[in-house]
C-alpha cells in the first residue's frame, strides 16, 4: 500500500511510519515541523519513504495513487495546544477538511485520529464510544477538544455525502519514546523530572486517573483500523487504570530517583478519570494492547535518558 501520514514527524505519527515500512508499505510523510522533528524520521531514508516538510492548512497536491490516508496532524499535548489555540482550531477544521479532500480525490481509506478529550470530564466511566462526553465548549482545553469533535463530525459528513472510506479511532494517553520532555502530559514530564533529580508536579492531590497505553500498541491499533472498513468510532487505550500519583511513584521506582512529589493546584477542566472500554476494538479490529505498563516505562525512560546528552531536534 501507498499511505500519506500527516503529522508523521511527530511522536505517533514517526513510530506509524516506521510500522508502516516494516511491513513493506510506501509512506509518504507530511509535517509541517511544529511539534513533530526530522529526527524522529531520520532513519526512514529510503526508497520507500518520503518526506514533505508543508501543512495541512493548505490544500495537499501530492502525485500518484494512493491507498490510505491516516490524518495525524494537530497539537496533542497541552503545552502545545494552549500555546497556539487558534492555530489548533484550524488544524482539525481547515486542515482536516483538507486531509478529506485528498483522500476523496485518490479514493483512499482515511483514518482520523481523534481522542479520549472528546469525552471531557466524563460522567461516564469507563467510556464507550456511544457516551456523548461532557466537554465545557468555551474552557481552556475546549481548542483541542473541540477541534476533534469537529473533525469527527467533518469526517462522518465525508462518508455519509461524499462516500469516503473513514473510520475515527479515539486515542486514550499514548505515551513512549520519542514523545518531547516538555510535552506536559504525565509520562513525559514525570520522567524528565525524575531524571534531573527535580520535584515531580503532580496536580491536585494526584487521585484523577488515567489509562497509559504504550505508543507500539496503539500503532498497531491504528494499521488494524486502516486495514478494516469500520467507520468508528473505535477506542484505542489501556483499560488498566491508575492514578496520577501512582504514575509517579512508579516513574520514582523504576529510575530509582530520589525526588520529592510536589502537589500544585488542579488545571481548570482537569480530567477526573479516564478509562476506555475497548470491547469494539477487540470485537471489530482483533486488537487488544500487549506491552506492560513497567516494560513500557522502562524503555521510555531509557530513550529520554539518551535523550538528556543529546536533546537537539532537527
Known amino acids: ?11 505517533l505519527g514517526s513510530h506509524l511510519c516506521e ?31 518520503a518526506y514533505i516538510e508543508g501543512s495541512v492548512l493548505t490544500p495537499i497536491d501530492i502525485d500518484g495513487d494512493f491507498d490510505g490516508v491516516v490524518h495525524l496532524a494537530s497539537p496533542a499535548s497541552p503545552q502545545a495546544y494552549l500555546a497556539r489555540p487558534i492555530f489548533t482550531l484550524r488544524t482539525g477544521s481547515e486542515g482536516t477538511r483538507h486531509v478529506l479532500e ?13 481522542t479520549s478529550e472528546i469525552y471531557g470530564d466524563p460522567l461516564v466511566h469507563p467510556q464507550r464510544e456511544d457516551y456523548w462526553g461532557n466537554v465545557n465548549p468555551v474552557g481552556p ?12 463530525a467533518l469526517t462522518t459528513a465525508y462518508r455519509s455525502s461524499r ?61 488494524a483500523m486502516l486495514a478494516s472498513n469500520e467507520p468508528g468510532p473505535i477506542n484505542l487505550g489501556n483499560p488498566v487504570e491508575l492514578t496520577v500519583r501512582e504514575t509517579a511513584e512508579l516513574v ?9 512529589i510536589q502537589l500544585c493546584p488542579l488545571p481548570q477542566d482537569d480530567v477526573r478519570r479516564r478509562r476506555p472500554d475497548i470491547s469494539l476494538a477487540r470485537a471489530q479490529l482483533g486488537w487488544n494492547p500487549r506491552v506492560p505498563l513497567q516494560e513500557g516505562l522502562a524503555r521510555t525512560i531509557e530513550w529520554h535518558a539518551r535523550k538528556l546528552s543529546s536533546p537537539n531536534c532537527l
Do not use: W
Open 19 to 49: 510500522l508502516l515500512i516494516a511491513r513493506g508499505d510506501s509512506v509518504v510523510c507530511l509535517d509541517d515541523l511544529s511539534t513533530g522533528c526530522r529526527e524522529n524520521i531520520h532513519h526512514l531514508t529510503g526508497p520507500r519513504f
Open 1 to 11: 500500500m501507498r499511505i500519506l501520514v500527516t503529522g508523521g514527524a511527530g511522536f
Open 102 to 114: 485528498f483522500a476523496c480525490a485518490k479514493a483512499a481509506r482515511f483514518i482520523l485520529a481523534s
Open 252 to 260: 520514582l521506582e523504576l529510575i530509582g530517583s530520589r525526588s520529592q
Open 163 to 223: 462516500h469516503v472510506n473513514t473510520g475515527i479511532v479515539r486515542i486514550f494517553n499514548a505515551y513512549g519514546p520519542r514523545m518531547r520532555p516538555d510535552d506536559g502530559r504525565v509520562v513525559s514530564s514525570f520522567i524528565d523530572q525524575a531524571l534531573r533529580g527535580a520535584p515531580l508536579t503532580v496536580f491536585g492531590d494526584g487521585s484523577q486517573t488515567r489509562s497509559l497505553c504504550y505508543v507500539d500498541d496503539l500503532v498497531r491499533g491504528i494499521v
Open 141 to 152: 482545553r475546549s481548542v483541542y477538544d473541540e477541534s476533534k469533535r469537529y473533525a469527527e
